[in-house]
């Protein structure tokens, strides 16, 4: 990601909770894909997990 790359990137810091607000409702669709991606991964290791992962051989197929 080019953001890692850049020396003058640094941690988000927001000051006052309005401008956390206004962050937060600038970037809705990005939240809510990562927090998609989040909760399918936890969800697909703990399926991996509880079958002993069995439900990982149809992808074997791919």
């Not at 006052?16 to 290791?45: K, N, P, Y």
């Given at each position: 990601?080019?953001?890692l790359?850049?020396?003058n990137t ?5 000051p006052t ?46």
């Amino acid at each position: 990601m080019k953001c890692l790359k850049d020396p003058n990137t640094s941690a988000l810091r927001f000051p006052t909770m309005q401008e956390a607000r206004s962050w937060l409702s600038d970037h809705q669709d990005e939240i809510l894909t990562g927090t998609v991606i989040v909760v399918a991964g936890a969800a697909m290791v703990i399926v991996a997990v509880e079958t002993g992962g069995l439900a990982l051989v149809p992808l074997l197929a791919l």
